[in-house]
C-alpha cells in the first residue's frame, strides 16, 4: 500500500526586536504526529523550524524572524516530497509564520510538479479561519482538536473518501467558496491519545529551556497536560472553542506515565502543568500530589496556569509543597471582584485568595500574579482596586499587562463591535507588549502609561513592606544608576507621574 507522507512543520517565530525568543516545544504538533504514527498507511515527521535559532532574519516592521525560514523549508521539502504538510499556528501574532511556510511549501512543489496538499490548524486557525482561506497557497484549515480530523484528511486522500465526511475542515468546493463542515464530538477518553511524539521534535533543547521565558529551577523540563475543554467562559480565552466547554481529564495513571517516561528518556526533573484545571478537582489533584510523593520521583513542579482561584484546602497545600511544587502563577487579570465576575466572567473569590497566598508562602511555595491593565469597561477606580490588590495579596512578584484582544475571544468581538482598535489591528502587534485598546476610558497610550504606574507602586509597596529589601535597594541603588541611567530616568519619571496621580486621585470622585 502506498504511504501518504505527512510532514508537521512548527514554523518560525516573530519577536519584538530586542527581544529573546521564548517558546517552548510545539505540544500540538508532538501530540498529532504520536495519533498518526499509529496507522500503517501514514508516515509521518515534524519539521522544527525552531531547532536551528542561530538563523535570524531581520524585518522591516521591527521584527526579528528566529529559527529556520523559507530558504531551508525549500531545501528540505524538495528533498523530502511529502503529500501533506500540516503547520501550526499557536497563536494570532505569529499568523505571517503560518502563511511564509505554506508559500514556501506549495513553490517547492509547484516547481518540482508534485501535488502537495496544505493543512493548517492550531488556536488562530481556530479563530481566523476565514481570513486564512484567502490566501491560497493554504487547501485546507482545521478547527479545534486536530487529531481525529487530520486522521480522517488522511484517510480521505489514501483511500478516496469525501472530504465533507472530515469533521471541522474548511475547504474550498469547486466554485472556490470556503465551506466548513461541522466539529464533531471531541475525544472523549484522552487516555487513548498516545504519548505525544517527543522524538520527533528537538526534546533535547526544549527541556534545557534554552527558549523559555519562564523560571526553572531543576533542569531539564517539561510541560505535562492533564486536561483539555473547559466550561468557564472568560472573555479573554478562546479554550472552550478549541477544546470544548466540559473538562475531559486523562486519568492520574496515564499523566504520571507521561512524567515518569519523561524522567526516564530525558532526565526531566521539573513539571510545568500549564492547565487551568491542575485543581479544578480537588481529589484527583489530591491523587496525582500523592501518587508523586509515594512513587518518590523527587521532582520539582509548579503550576502557570492559575487563572481561576478554585478551592484549596490545606491538606492540598501541603501536598502540593510535599510533592515538589515550588511555584504557582496566578493570572487573575483584575483585582476588583465586581469587574472580575461581571465584566471578565471569572468564577472564584478574589477576597479568598489573601489567605491562600499566605498559606502558600508560609509553606515556601512562591505565589506570582498577572494582572491585565485597560479591559473594555474598566475605570481609573477599578485599575487603583487591582494594584491596591495585587500589593494586599503579598505576592512574591506581579506582573502587569496591558489587556490584548486575542482573535477568537469574546474580547476580541467585543473591542471589534465597538470600534476600540480605532488604529485597526495588525496581528504581529500582539506581541510588542504594548497596549493596542482604545476603550472609552482610556487610549492605549494611557494604558502603557498605567502598566508602568503599576509597576512602580507594586515596587514600592513591595519594598515598604520589606525593610530589609528596602534597605538592600538603597544601597544598592547608586551602583546601579552608575550602570543604568535609562532604567533610573524611566523610573524617576514613573514616580513623577505617580506623584502626580496621587494628586490628582485625590480630587477624583468615583
Ligand atoms: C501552555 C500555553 C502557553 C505556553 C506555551 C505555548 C506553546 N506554544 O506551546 C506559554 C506560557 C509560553 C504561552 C504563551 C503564549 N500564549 Co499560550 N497557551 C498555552 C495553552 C494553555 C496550552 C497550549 C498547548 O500546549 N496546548 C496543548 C496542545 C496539545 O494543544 P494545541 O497546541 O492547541 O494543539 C491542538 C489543536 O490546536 C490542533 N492543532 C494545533 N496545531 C495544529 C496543526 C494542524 C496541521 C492541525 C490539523 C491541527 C493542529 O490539534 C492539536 C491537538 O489536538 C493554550 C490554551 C490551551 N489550553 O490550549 C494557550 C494559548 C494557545 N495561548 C495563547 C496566547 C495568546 C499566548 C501568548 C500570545 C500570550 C502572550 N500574550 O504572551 C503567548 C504566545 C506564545 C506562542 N507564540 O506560542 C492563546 C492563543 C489565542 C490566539 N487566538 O492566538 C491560547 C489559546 C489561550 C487563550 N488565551 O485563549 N502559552
Ligand atoms: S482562562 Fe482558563 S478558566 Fe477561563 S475559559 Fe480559559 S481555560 Fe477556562
Not at 505527512?6 to 517552548?24: D, I, Q, R, S, W
Not at 501514514?42 to 535570524?56: E, F
Not at 489514501?158 to 468546493?173: A, N
Not at 482561584?309 to 501541603?318: A, C, I, Q, S
Request: aromatic content about 12%; some cysteine.
Amino acid at each position: 500500500m502506498r504511504k501518504l507522507k505527512v510532514l508537521l512543520v512548527n514554523p518560525p517565530v516573530l519577536v519584538p526586536k530586542g527581544l529573546l525568543p521564548a517558546f517552548p516545544a510545539p505540544l500540538g504538533l508532538a501530540h498529532l504526529a504520536a495519533a498518526l504514527e499509529r496507522f500503517d498507511f501514514i508516515d509521518v515527521s515534524i519539521y522544527d523550524c525552531l531547532a536551528d535559532l542561530s538563523i535570524k532574519q531581520e524585518l522591516d516592521n521591527g521584527m526579528i524572524r528566529w529559527g529556520r525560514g523559507s530558504y531551508e523549508l525549500i531545501n528540505y521539502i524538495a528533498q523530502t516530497n511529502p503529500n501533506l504538510l500540516g503547520v501550526t499556528c499557536a497563536s494570532s501574532d505569529q499568523a505571517e509564520s503560518l502563511h511564509l511556510v505554506t508559500d514556501a511549501a506549495k513553490k517547492v512543489a509547484q516547481a518540482g510538479e508534485w501535488n502537495l496538499i496544505t493543512v493548517a490548524g492550531g488556536p488562530h486557525v481556530t479563530a481566523s479561519y476565514e481570513d486564512i482561506m484567502m490566501d491560497h497557497s493554504i487547501d485546507f484549515c482545521i478547527l479545534g482538536e486536530g487529531e481525529f480530523p487530520l486522521y480522517q484528511l488522511c484517510r480521505c486522500l489514501v483511500f478516496g473518501e469525501p472530504v465533507t465526511e472530515v469533521q471541522g475542515l474548511v475547504y474550498r468546493d469547486y466554485s472556490e467558496n470556503v465551506n466548513t463542515t461541522p466539529m464533531g464530538d471531541f475525544i472523549e477518553d484522552l487516555d487513548a491519545l498516545p504519548i505525544p511524539a517527543y522524538n520527533m521534535i528537538s526534546m533535547e533543547k526544549y527541556i534545557r529551556g534554552v527558549w523559555y521565558g519562564g523560571q526553572v529551577v531543576n533542569l531539564p523540563y517539561a510541560p505535562v497536560f492533564i486536561s483539555r475543554g473547559c466550561p468557564c467562559r472568560c472573555i479573554h480565552c478562546m479554550v472552550p472553542k478549541i477544546f470544548g466547554d466540559i473538562v475531559r481529564h486523562r486519568s492520574i495513571d496515564n499523566v504520571v506515565e507521561e512524567m515518569e517516561k519523561l524522567a526516564y528518556r530525558y532526565g526531566v526533573r521539573e513539571f510545568h502543568f500549564d492547565s487551568c484545571h491542575l485543581l479544578y478537582d480537588l481529589n484527583r489533584a489530591k491523587v496525582l500530589m500523592k501518587r508523586i510523593i509515594e512513587k518518590d520521583m523527587n521532582i520539582s513542579w509548579c503550576w502557570h496556569a492559575a487563572t481561576v482561584p478554585w478551592h484549596f484546602d490545606d491538606e492540598l497545600v501541603n501536598l502540593m509543597k510535599r510533592s515538589g511544587c515550588y511555584q504557582i502563577w496566578l493570572d487573575l487579570g483584575c483585582g476588583d471582584q465586581t469587574f472580575y465576575s461581571d465584566v471578565l466572567k471569572r468564577p472564584g473569590d478574589l477576597e479568598s485568595m489573601k489567605g491562600w497566598v499566605k498559606k502558600f508562602r508560609r509553606k515556601g511555595i512562591q505565589v506570582r500574579g498577572i494582572f491585565q491593565l485597560g479591559w473594555p469597561g474598566e475605570t481609573r477606580a477599578s485599575i487603583r482596586r487591582t494594584i491596591k490588590f495585587a500589593s494586599d495579596l503579598k505576592l512574591d512578584e506581579a506582573r502587569f499587562d496591558p489587556v490584548l484582544p486575542y482573535p477568537g475571544t469574546e474580547l476580541f468581538d467585543l473591542c471589534v463591535k465597538n470600534g476600540y482598535l480605532k488604529n485597526g489591528l495588525e496581528l504581529v502587534d500582539l506581541s510588542r507588549g504594548s497596549a493596542v485598546i482604545d476603550t472609552k476610558m482610556f487610549n492605549a497610550k494611557e494604558v502603557d502609561w498605567f502598566k508602568d504606574w503599576a509597576e512602580t507602586s507594586f515596587t514600592w509597596k513591595y519594598l515598604m513592606a520589606r525593610p530589609k529589601m528596602l534597605l538592600q535597594a538603597v544601597f544598592t541603588f547608586p551602583i546601579s544608576l552608575m550602570f543604568r541611567p535609562r532604567a533610573f530616568s524611566q523610573r524617576a519619571r514613573d514616580i513623577g507621574r505617580l506623584w502626580k496621580e496621587r494628586v490628582s486621585d485625590r480630587k477624583e470622585e468615583f
